[in-house]
Protein backbone atom coordinates (compact mmCIF):
# COMPACT_ATOMS: atom_id res chain seq x y z
CA UNK A 1 0.00 0.00 0.00
CA UNK A 2 1.04 3.40 -0.70
CA UNK A 3 0.88 5.82 1.63
CA UNK A 4 1.22 10.06 1.39
CA UNK A 5 3.64 12.16 3.37
CA UNK A 6 3.53 15.63 4.42
CA UNK A 7 4.98 18.29 5.87
CA UNK A 8 7.53 16.90 8.26
CA UNK A 9 6.91 13.31 7.64
CA UNK A 10 8.72 14.03 4.75
CA UNK A 11 11.78 14.85 6.45
CA UNK A 12 11.79 12.12 9.00
CA UNK A 13 10.82 9.35 6.23
CA UNK A 14 13.15 11.07 3.46
CA UNK A 15 10.60 10.50 0.84
CA UNK A 16 7.44 11.90 -0.01
CA UNK A 17 5.73 8.66 -0.15
CA UNK A 18 5.84 5.26 1.21
CA UNK A 19 4.82 1.40 0.62
CA UNK A 20 3.49 -0.16 3.53
CA UNK A 21 3.16 -4.06 3.85
CA UNK A 22 -0.07 -4.84 2.42
CA UNK A 23 -1.28 -6.94 5.54
CA UNK A 24 -1.23 -3.58 7.88
CA UNK A 25 -5.34 -4.36 7.93
CA UNK A 26 -6.38 -0.82 9.68
CA UNK A 27 -5.46 2.34 10.88
CA UNK A 28 -4.09 1.67 14.15
CA UNK A 29 -1.74 -1.38 12.80
CA UNK A 30 -0.40 1.19 10.48
CA UNK A 31 0.11 3.68 13.13
CA UNK A 32 2.28 1.35 15.34
CA UNK A 33 4.39 -0.09 12.18
CA UNK A 34 4.79 3.65 11.70
CA UNK A 35 6.14 4.36 14.97
CA UNK A 36 7.97 0.99 14.80
CA UNK A 37 9.79 1.78 11.44
CA UNK A 38 10.34 5.93 12.49
CA UNK A 39 10.73 6.66 16.03
CA UNK A 40 11.51 10.34 15.48
CA UNK A 41 7.76 10.31 14.79
CA UNK A 42 6.90 10.15 18.30
CA UNK A 43 8.62 13.27 19.04
CA UNK A 44 5.39 14.56 16.73
CA UNK A 45 2.63 16.93 18.90
CA UNK A 46 -0.23 14.52 16.75
CA UNK A 47 -0.28 12.17 14.38
CA UNK A 48 -3.35 11.97 12.41
CA UNK A 49 -3.97 9.48 9.79
CA UNK A 50 -6.38 10.12 6.60
CA UNK A 51 -8.23 7.75 4.44
CA UNK A 52 -9.54 8.86 1.14
CA UNK A 53 -9.71 12.66 2.42
CA UNK A 54 -11.48 11.98 5.84
CA UNK A 55 -9.53 11.73 8.99
CA UNK A 56 -9.91 7.84 10.06
CA UNK A 57 -10.06 6.28 13.57
CA UNK A 58 -8.02 3.72 14.59
CA UNK A 59 -10.20 1.37 14.23
CA UNK A 60 -11.34 2.23 10.44
CA UNK A 61 -9.91 -0.82 8.08
CA UNK A 62 -8.04 -0.18 5.12
CA UNK A 63 -8.69 -1.70 2.23
CA UNK A 64 -6.48 -2.15 -1.28
CA UNK A 65 -7.06 0.97 -3.69
CA UNK A 66 -7.51 3.28 -0.19
CA UNK A 67 -5.68 6.79 -0.56
CA UNK A 68 -4.07 7.24 2.14
CA UNK A 69 -2.26 10.01 3.99
CA UNK A 70 -0.27 10.70 7.30
CA UNK A 71 -1.14 14.12 8.59
CA UNK A 72 1.44 15.63 10.85
CA UNK A 73 0.32 18.75 13.02
CA UNK A 74 -1.03 21.11 11.51
CA UNK A 75 -0.08 25.07 10.99
CA UNK A 76 -2.22 26.13 8.40
CA UNK A 77 -4.00 29.71 8.58
CA UNK B 1 -25.83 29.64 1.82
CA UNK B 2 -23.52 29.88 -1.05
CA UNK B 3 -19.82 29.65 -0.65
CA UNK B 4 -16.67 29.97 -2.74
CA UNK B 5 -13.44 27.99 -1.48
CA UNK B 6 -9.86 28.30 -2.73
CA UNK B 7 -6.35 27.42 -2.24
CA UNK B 8 -4.48 29.72 -4.97
CA UNK B 9 -0.46 30.96 -4.99
CA UNK B 10 -2.15 34.49 -4.02
CA UNK B 11 -5.41 35.41 -2.84
CA UNK B 12 -6.96 39.29 -1.66
CA UNK B 13 -9.25 40.13 0.91
CA UNK B 14 -11.14 42.08 -1.77
CA UNK B 15 -11.99 39.07 -3.86
CA UNK B 16 -13.62 37.42 -0.99
CA UNK B 17 -15.38 40.59 -0.22
CA UNK B 18 -16.53 40.69 -3.71
CA UNK B 19 -17.81 37.12 -3.74
CA UNK B 20 -19.89 37.42 -0.24
CA UNK B 21 -21.29 41.07 -0.92
CA UNK B 22 -24.84 41.06 -1.84
CA UNK B 23 -27.55 44.33 -1.68
CA UNK B 24 -29.26 41.92 1.17
CA UNK B 25 -26.38 41.65 3.46
CA UNK B 26 -25.94 44.00 6.13
CA UNK B 27 -22.75 43.22 7.64
CA UNK B 28 -19.50 41.14 6.58
CA UNK B 29 -16.77 40.03 8.14
CA UNK B 30 -13.20 39.15 7.31
CA UNK B 31 -10.39 37.79 8.93
CA UNK B 32 -7.21 38.19 6.89
CA UNK B 33 -3.80 36.12 8.51
CA UNK B 34 -0.60 37.61 6.66
CA UNK B 35 3.25 36.05 7.50
CA UNK B 36 4.88 37.78 10.48
CA UNK B 37 7.98 38.83 10.20
CA UNK B 38 9.03 37.19 13.66
CA UNK B 39 7.95 34.58 15.90
CA UNK B 40 9.56 34.50 19.10
CA UNK B 41 12.36 37.13 18.55
CA UNK B 42 13.23 35.27 15.38
CA UNK B 43 13.36 37.57 12.12
CA UNK B 44 11.69 35.15 9.53
CA UNK B 45 12.40 35.63 5.92
CA UNK B 46 9.96 34.01 4.42
CA UNK B 47 7.39 31.25 4.69
CA UNK B 48 6.28 27.34 2.60
CA UNK B 49 2.73 26.19 2.92
CA UNK B 50 1.94 23.28 1.89
CA UNK B 51 -1.43 21.74 1.11
CA UNK B 52 -2.63 18.04 1.25
CA UNK B 53 -5.37 19.68 -1.21
CA UNK B 54 -8.18 17.78 -2.65
CA UNK B 55 -8.47 16.96 1.65
CA UNK B 56 -8.09 20.41 2.33
CA UNK B 57 -11.13 21.72 0.18
CA UNK B 58 -13.26 19.12 1.63
CA UNK B 59 -12.49 19.86 5.31
CA UNK B 60 -12.96 23.72 4.18
CA UNK B 61 -16.26 22.79 2.52
CA UNK B 62 -16.99 21.00 5.76
CA UNK B 63 -16.48 24.10 7.73
CA UNK B 64 -18.31 26.36 5.23
CA UNK B 65 -21.66 23.81 5.80
CA UNK B 66 -21.30 23.64 9.67
CA UNK B 67 -21.00 27.56 10.00
CA UNK B 68 -23.99 27.57 7.52
CA UNK B 69 -25.94 25.29 9.47
CA UNK B 70 -25.48 27.03 12.93
CA UNK B 71 -25.68 30.63 12.15
CA UNK B 72 -28.14 32.90 9.42
CA UNK B 73 -25.25 33.36 7.32
CA UNK B 74 -25.95 34.18 3.76
CA UNK B 75 -22.44 33.89 1.59
CA UNK B 76 -19.01 32.59 2.71
CA UNK B 77 -15.67 32.42 1.51
CA UNK B 78 -12.52 30.83 2.40
CA UNK B 79 -9.64 31.21 1.01
CA UNK B 80 -5.86 29.98 1.79
CA UNK B 81 -2.37 29.96 -0.17
CA UNK B 82 -0.15 27.17 -0.97
CA UNK B 83 3.58 27.54 -1.75
CA UNK B 84 6.25 30.35 -0.52
CA UNK B 85 5.23 33.80 1.16
CA UNK B 86 7.24 36.84 2.53
CA UNK B 87 6.57 38.71 5.33
CA UNK B 88 3.47 40.84 5.25
CA UNK B 89 1.64 38.79 2.55
CA UNK B 90 -2.01 37.49 2.37
CA UNK B 91 -1.98 33.73 3.48
CA UNK B 92 -6.03 33.51 4.77
CA UNK B 93 -9.33 35.26 4.43
CA UNK B 94 -12.15 34.20 5.62
CA UNK B 95 -15.18 36.14 4.49
CA UNK B 96 -18.88 35.76 5.95
CA UNK B 97 -22.13 37.97 4.88
CA UNK B 98 -24.93 37.93 7.68
CA UNK B 99 -28.30 39.88 7.39
CA UNK B 100 -27.11 40.45 11.36
CA UNK B 101 -23.42 41.25 12.36
CA UNK B 102 -23.51 39.06 15.17
CA UNK B 103 -23.76 36.04 13.36
CA UNK B 104 -21.12 37.16 11.08
CA UNK B 105 -18.65 37.82 13.51
CA UNK B 106 -19.50 34.20 15.47
CA UNK B 107 -18.85 32.54 12.50
CA UNK B 108 -16.01 34.22 10.78
CA UNK B 109 -14.26 33.24 14.24
CA UNK B 110 -15.27 29.57 14.21
CA UNK B 111 -14.53 29.03 10.47
CA UNK B 112 -10.78 30.23 11.06
CA UNK B 113 -10.41 28.50 14.40
CA UNK B 114 -11.63 25.43 12.50
CA UNK B 115 -9.73 25.57 9.54
CA UNK B 116 -6.52 26.24 12.00
CA UNK B 117 -7.62 22.69 13.57
CA UNK B 118 -8.74 20.85 10.85
CA UNK B 119 -7.70 21.50 7.53
CA UNK B 120 -4.75 19.65 6.37
CA UNK B 121 -1.65 22.68 5.35
CA UNK B 122 1.79 22.84 7.12
CA UNK B 123 3.93 26.19 7.37
CA UNK B 124 7.43 26.13 7.18
CA UNK B 125 9.23 29.02 8.62
CA UNK B 126 12.57 30.05 7.33
CA UNK B 127 14.70 31.70 9.74
CA UNK B 128 18.70 32.87 9.16
CA UNK B 129 19.94 29.99 11.12
CA UNK B 130 17.55 26.90 9.78
CA UNK B 131 14.01 25.74 9.18
CA UNK B 132 11.02 24.53 10.94
CA UNK B 133 7.94 22.99 10.29
CA UNK B 134 5.18 25.60 12.77
CA UNK B 135 3.65 23.39 15.51
CA UNK B 136 5.22 20.25 15.04
CA UNK B 137 6.37 19.46 18.19
CA UNK B 138 5.15 19.86 21.34
CA UNK C 1 -1.83 52.14 18.98
CA UNK C 2 -1.92 53.70 15.44
CA UNK C 3 -5.40 54.75 14.35
CA UNK C 4 -6.99 55.86 11.11
CA UNK C 5 -10.30 57.80 11.23
CA UNK C 6 -12.35 59.15 8.34
CA UNK C 7 -15.83 60.39 7.36
CA UNK C 8 -15.82 60.99 3.38
CA UNK C 9 -18.36 60.23 0.14
CA UNK C 10 -17.02 57.06 -0.34
CA UNK C 11 -15.19 54.51 1.53
CA UNK C 12 -13.35 51.23 0.93
CA UNK C 13 -12.53 48.02 3.10
CA UNK C 14 -8.98 47.84 0.97
CA UNK C 15 -8.05 51.37 2.19
CA UNK C 16 -9.00 50.36 5.71
CA UNK C 17 -6.73 47.19 5.57
CA UNK C 18 -3.88 49.02 3.80
CA UNK C 19 -3.84 51.11 7.06
CA UNK C 20 -3.53 48.94 9.61
CA UNK C 21 -1.78 46.04 7.49
CA UNK C 22 2.22 45.24 8.74
CA UNK C 23 4.73 42.31 8.88
CA UNK C 24 4.38 42.53 12.66
CA UNK C 25 0.65 41.52 12.63
CA UNK C 26 -0.86 38.35 12.80
CA UNK C 27 -4.56 38.49 11.79
CA UNK C 28 -6.08 41.64 10.49
CA UNK C 29 -10.10 41.49 11.56
CA UNK C 30 -12.64 44.20 9.37
CA UNK C 31 -16.65 44.57 9.43
CA UNK C 32 -18.14 46.24 6.23
CA UNK C 33 -21.42 47.45 6.23
CA UNK C 34 -23.02 48.27 3.33
CA UNK C 35 -26.91 49.74 2.17
CA UNK C 36 -29.02 46.73 2.37
CA UNK C 37 -32.05 46.75 -0.39
CA UNK C 38 -34.99 45.71 2.11
CA UNK C 39 -36.04 46.67 5.47
CA UNK C 40 -39.05 45.18 6.51
CA UNK C 41 -40.02 44.27 3.59
CA UNK C 42 -40.57 47.79 2.29
CA UNK C 43 -37.79 47.86 -1.27
CA UNK C 44 -34.79 50.39 -0.28
CA UNK C 45 -34.18 53.13 -3.19
CA UNK C 46 -31.46 55.12 -1.75
CA UNK C 47 -29.90 56.46 1.64
CA UNK C 48 -28.99 59.87 3.18
CA UNK C 49 -26.36 59.67 5.59
CA UNK C 50 -26.22 62.96 7.92
CA UNK C 51 -23.59 63.40 9.91
CA UNK C 52 -22.19 66.22 12.77
CA UNK C 53 -19.27 65.78 11.64
CA UNK C 54 -16.41 67.27 14.25
CA UNK C 55 -18.17 65.61 16.72
CA UNK C 56 -18.64 62.30 15.18
CA UNK C 57 -14.99 62.29 14.45
CA UNK C 58 -14.20 62.75 18.11
CA UNK C 59 -16.54 59.93 19.23
CA UNK C 60 -14.59 57.68 16.60
CA UNK C 61 -11.29 58.77 18.15
CA UNK C 62 -12.62 57.46 21.68
CA UNK C 63 -13.78 54.34 20.31
CA UNK C 64 -10.30 53.70 18.74
CA UNK C 65 -8.52 54.48 21.89
CA UNK C 66 -11.38 52.48 24.27
CA UNK C 67 -10.54 49.52 22.14
CA UNK C 68 -6.62 49.98 22.32
CA UNK C 69 -6.96 50.39 25.97
CA UNK C 70 -8.81 47.18 26.38
CA UNK C 71 -7.18 44.55 23.84
CA UNK C 72 -3.91 44.59 22.85
CA UNK C 73 -4.19 45.66 19.06
CA UNK C 74 -1.56 46.96 17.10
CA UNK C 75 -3.85 49.68 14.62
CA UNK C 76 -7.83 50.27 13.96
CA UNK C 77 -9.29 52.15 11.05
CA UNK C 78 -12.32 53.49 11.60
CA UNK C 79 -14.26 55.03 8.28
CA UNK C 80 -17.91 55.99 7.77
CA UNK C 81 -19.57 57.39 4.59
CA UNK C 82 -21.86 61.11 4.66
CA UNK C 83 -24.07 61.54 1.74
CA UNK C 84 -26.77 60.06 -0.20
CA UNK C 85 -25.85 55.90 -0.45
CA UNK C 86 -27.52 52.99 -2.95
CA UNK C 87 -28.24 49.70 -1.80
CA UNK C 88 -25.02 47.91 -2.32
CA UNK C 89 -22.62 50.84 -1.18
CA UNK C 90 -20.52 50.43 1.40
CA UNK C 91 -21.22 52.47 4.49
CA UNK C 92 -18.72 51.65 7.14
CA UNK C 93 -15.94 50.00 8.27
CA UNK C 94 -13.55 49.29 10.56
CA UNK C 95 -10.66 47.40 10.43
CA UNK C 96 -8.05 46.00 13.48
CA UNK C 97 -4.84 44.46 13.14
CA UNK C 98 -3.77 42.72 16.05
CA UNK C 99 -1.09 40.52 16.93
CA UNK C 100 -3.54 37.24 18.28
CA UNK C 101 -6.63 37.14 16.38
CA UNK C 102 -9.44 36.56 19.14
CA UNK C 103 -8.00 40.62 20.23
CA UNK C 104 -8.93 41.68 16.90
CA UNK C 105 -12.38 40.15 16.74
CA UNK C 106 -13.38 41.28 20.07
CA UNK C 107 -11.99 44.94 19.15
CA UNK C 108 -13.78 44.85 15.87
CA UNK C 109 -17.20 43.56 16.87
CA UNK C 110 -16.51 46.37 20.29
CA UNK C 111 -16.09 49.17 17.76
CA UNK C 112 -18.98 48.66 16.21
CA UNK C 113 -21.52 47.91 18.66
CA UNK C 114 -20.23 51.14 20.39
CA UNK C 115 -20.21 53.41 16.85
CA UNK C 116 -23.66 52.82 16.35
CA UNK C 117 -24.18 53.87 20.41
CA UNK C 118 -22.27 57.11 20.40
CA UNK C 119 -21.24 58.38 16.75
CA UNK C 120 -23.69 60.95 15.81
CA UNK C 121 -24.80 59.94 12.43
CA UNK C 122 -28.11 59.61 10.93
CA UNK C 123 -29.37 57.67 8.44
CA UNK C 124 -32.78 58.41 6.13
CA UNK C 125 -34.22 55.82 4.08
CA UNK C 126 -35.89 56.50 0.62
CA UNK C 127 -39.05 54.51 0.29
CA UNK C 128 -41.04 54.50 -2.93
CA UNK C 129 -44.09 55.59 -0.61
CA UNK C 130 -42.01 57.80 1.24
CA UNK C 131 -38.40 58.65 3.76
CA UNK C 132 -38.03 57.56 6.74
CA UNK C 133 -35.41 58.48 9.37
CA UNK C 134 -34.43 55.46 10.86
CA UNK C 135 -34.51 54.29 14.38
CA UNK C 136 -35.71 57.71 15.73
CA UNK C 137 -39.38 56.60 16.89
CA UNK C 138 -39.63 53.54 19.18
CA UNK D 1 -27.86 80.90 21.90
CA UNK D 2 -28.06 79.02 18.59
CA UNK D 3 -28.43 75.58 18.61
CA UNK D 4 -27.38 72.93 15.97
CA UNK D 5 -30.11 70.35 14.89
CA UNK D 6 -29.75 67.22 13.13
CA UNK D 7 -31.83 64.08 11.16
CA UNK D 8 -35.13 63.93 12.44
CA UNK D 9 -35.02 67.13 14.37
CA UNK D 10 -34.24 69.37 11.75
CA UNK D 11 -38.09 67.87 9.72
CA UNK D 12 -39.61 68.62 13.58
CA UNK D 13 -38.06 72.19 14.02
CA UNK D 14 -38.33 72.94 9.97
CA UNK D 15 -34.96 74.42 10.06
CA UNK D 16 -31.21 73.57 10.38
CA UNK D 17 -30.69 75.32 13.53
CA UNK D 18 -32.42 77.24 16.36
CA UNK D 19 -32.07 80.18 18.52
CA UNK D 20 -32.90 80.09 22.17
CA UNK D 21 -33.44 81.71 24.97
CA UNK D 22 -30.36 83.29 26.93
CA UNK D 23 -31.21 82.22 30.05
CA UNK D 24 -31.74 78.69 29.65
CA UNK D 25 -28.88 78.36 32.68
CA UNK D 26 -28.23 74.50 31.59
CA UNK D 27 -28.92 71.44 29.67
CA UNK D 28 -31.62 70.58 31.03
CA UNK D 29 -33.60 73.73 31.37
CA UNK D 30 -33.19 73.89 26.95
CA UNK D 31 -34.36 70.40 27.14
CA UNK D 32 -37.76 71.39 28.81
CA UNK D 33 -37.90 74.89 26.86
CA UNK D 34 -37.76 72.59 24.11
CA UNK D 35 -39.78 69.83 24.83
CA UNK D 36 -42.68 72.71 25.40
CA UNK D 37 -41.93 74.35 21.64
CA UNK D 38 -41.66 70.87 19.94
CA UNK D 39 -43.94 68.65 21.89
CA UNK D 40 -43.40 66.02 18.56
CA UNK D 41 -39.74 65.73 20.36
CA UNK D 42 -41.73 63.36 22.90
CA UNK D 43 -42.44 60.76 20.27
CA UNK D 44 -38.56 60.16 19.22
CA UNK D 45 -36.97 57.27 21.01
CA UNK D 46 -34.23 59.49 22.74
CA UNK D 47 -33.07 62.62 22.61
CA UNK D 48 -29.15 63.93 23.79
CA UNK D 49 -28.03 67.18 23.68
CA UNK D 50 -24.13 68.10 23.12
CA UNK D 51 -22.13 70.53 24.50
CA UNK D 52 -18.83 71.48 23.01
CA UNK D 53 -18.83 67.95 20.45
CA UNK D 54 -19.24 65.91 24.27
CA UNK D 55 -22.26 64.52 25.46
CA UNK D 56 -24.16 66.54 28.30
CA UNK D 57 -25.78 65.76 31.32
CA UNK D 58 -29.22 67.72 32.30
CA UNK D 59 -26.72 69.62 35.23
CA UNK D 60 -24.28 70.78 32.66
CA UNK D 61 -24.35 74.55 32.69
CA UNK D 62 -24.70 76.34 29.39
CA UNK D 63 -22.17 79.77 28.82
CA UNK D 64 -22.28 81.98 25.83
CA UNK D 65 -20.03 80.53 23.24
CA UNK D 66 -20.69 77.27 23.70
CA UNK D 67 -21.38 74.64 20.72
CA UNK D 68 -24.91 73.10 21.45
CA UNK D 69 -26.74 70.25 19.26
CA UNK D 70 -29.70 68.70 19.48
CA UNK D 71 -28.72 64.80 18.86
CA UNK D 72 -31.98 62.48 17.89
CA UNK D 73 -32.10 58.88 18.08
CA UNK D 74 -28.34 57.53 16.73
CA UNK D 75 -28.64 55.66 13.00
CA UNK D 76 -25.22 54.98 11.77
CA UNK D 77 -22.93 52.21 10.60
Redesign the interface.
Known sequence: MRVMLFGIMKDIVAAGSLTVPEQLSDVGALRTWLLQEYPAMKNLRAVMIAVNKAYAADGQPLAPGDEIAIIPPLSGG | MEHWISIADSIT??EA?DFV??????????????????TQQKSVHKLF????E???V?ELEKIAKAAGEKWPVQRMALL?VKGEKL??EV??VIAVAA?H??A??EA??FA?DT??????????EFFDDGEV??????
Open positions: VQIQSPASGGIVTFTGTVRNQFECYPMALHPGVVARAAFCQILKETVPIWKKWVAAHP
